[in-house]
């Protein structure tokens, strides 16, 4: 099993906004497992996680993503100037034993 953290640093005051709309876009997504945010550590972090069987089901996701063109079109409507919400971001791939 893979777990995929999408790592976002947030500016101040935009956490729990991204964090919310992360978790209404992600709904209906079967690998989709939770939104963190930060408690300790580094401030203003939102982290969206994701399982999948393997990086083939990982990779196959984005696939299958780009060409529902209906669904990429709310999203990037829904996901419009979320950009400006965060500073940097990063992603981790964890393989689970």
Request: net charge negative; glycine share 4%; hydrophobic share 40%.
């Amino acid at each position: 099993m893979i777990v995929v953290h999408d790592i976002f640093v947030c500016k101040p005051g935009n956490a729990s906004k991204l964090a919310k709309l992360f978790k209404e876009m992600m709904a209906d997504s079967d690998e989709f497992v939770e939104v963190m945010t930060d408690v300790t550590g580094q401030y203003n972090r939102v982290i969206m996680v994701s399982k999948f069987d393997n990086l083939t089901a990982y990779e196959k996701s984005w696939e299958d993503q780009m060409k529902d063109e209906e669904k990429m079109k709310m999203m990037k409507e829904k996901m419009a100037g979320y950009h400006e919400m965060y500073l940097t971001g990063s992603r981790e791939i964890f393989r689970i034993w």
